[in-house]
C-alpha cells in the first residue's frame, strides 16, 4: 500500500483566516515531505521532517507552521497567508536513511488552496 | 546551469507511436534517479526508479548513463492514457536530502 492521503482536497481561506493542512501515511516511512506547486511548475520543497523532527525548512516564510504529531501524520498550520500563496499543497513520504538506498517519495492528492 | 533539465515539449504523437525522453542533471554526485508521470491537477505519481543497469516495466525502459549525467525514458506503443507530464527527478545526495525536480515534459498521445 503506497497511500498518503491529504485533507482537506479543497480549501478557501481569506487572508486573516486560521486553516490546517493534514497528511496521513500508514507505510512505516519516518521521512515526510510538504511541496508547494504552482500551474506548469514542479514541486517546490517547504519542510522536511525526518523521525518527526524537522530536518529542512527551505526558508519558508513563518505564516506556514508545520507540526509532525507522530510517524504518520503531518500537519501544515496556514495564518494570514496571501494570494500569492494559492497553490496545490503536496504532502509527501518516503523511507529514511538507515533502510535501504532507495528514496522514492510518494505522494498525497494534495490540497488546492485558494486565499482571497 | 540548471540542476536538472528537460525537454518540455510538448511532445504529440499519435497512438502506437513510441516516444523518448531525455534528461541531463548537472550534479556528479547524484545518488538517485526517478521518473514521475503527472496528470493535470493531480499528484506526481512514481513511474520508475533508474538504475544504472537500465530497467524496463512493460511499455517503459529507463536508461541511466552516470559518465554523461543523462537519464532517459522510453515509452513504446504510446496509448491515450499515457498523456501526462513527465517529471525527471534526482536526489543529489544518499539520505533524504531535497529532491530536484526537471520542470517536466509534456505528453499528448493522440488517437
Known amino acids: 500500500d503506497t497511500e498518503v492521503t491529504q485533507t482537506p482536497k479543497h480549501l478557501v481561506m481569506g487572508m486573516t483566516n486560521k486553516k490546517s493542512l493534514k497528511c496521513e501515511q500508514h507505510?512505516?516511512?519516518?521521512?515526510m515531505y510538504w511541496y508547494k506547486q504552482k500551474a506548469k511548475k514542479p514541486p517546490e520543497l517547504m519542510f522536511v521532517?525526518?523521525?518527526?523532527?524537522?530536518?529542512i525548512n527551505e526558508s519558508v516564510p513563518s505564516r506556514f507552521s508545520p507540526e509532525c504529531p507522530n510517524s504518520s501524520l503531518l500537519n501544515l498550520h496556514l495564518h494570514a497567508l496571501q494570494p500569492e500563496d494559492s497553490a496545490l499543497y503536496l504532502c509527501?513520504?518516503?523511507?529514511?536513511?538507515?533502510?535501504?538506498?532507495?528514496?522514492?517519495?510518494?505522494f498525497g492528492p494534495g490540497t488546492r488552496l485558494t486565499v482571497t | 546551469r540548471k540542476e536538472v533539465e528537460q525537454d518540455p515539449g510538448p511532445f504529440n504523437v499519435p497512438e502506437g507511436a513510441t516516444v523518448a525522453f531525455n534528461c541531463t542533471y548537472s550534479?556528479?554526485?547524484?545518488?538517485?534517479f526517478f521518473w514521475y508521470r503527472q496528470d493535470c491537477r493531480k499528484e506526481p505519481k512514481l513511474l520508475m526508479s533508474?538504475?544504472?543497469s537500465g530497467n524496463e516495466d512493460g511499455r517503459f525502459t529507463a536508461q541511466l548513463n552516470r559518465a554523461s549525467q543523462y537519464i532517459s525514458l522510453l515509452i513504446r506503443d504510446s496509448k491515450l492514457s499515457d498523456s501526462a507530464t513527465y517529471l525527471c527527478?534526482?536526489?543529489?545526495?544518499?539520505?533524504?536530502?531535497?529532491?530536484?525536480f526537471g520542470k517536466g515534459t509534456r505528453l499528448s498521445v493522440i488517437a
Open positions: 509527501a513520504s518516503s523511507q529514511t536513511a538507515t533502510r535501504g538506498n532507495s528514496y522514492e517519495q510518494y
Open positions: 507505510m512505516g516511512h519516518r521521512a
Open positions: 521532517y525526518s523521525y518527526e523532527k524537522l530536518s
Open positions: 550534479n556528479s554526485a547524484s545518488q538517485s
Open positions: 533508474v538504475y544504472s
Open positions: 527527478v534526482v536526489n543529489p545526495a544518499r539520505g533524504n536530502t531535497p529532491l530536484v
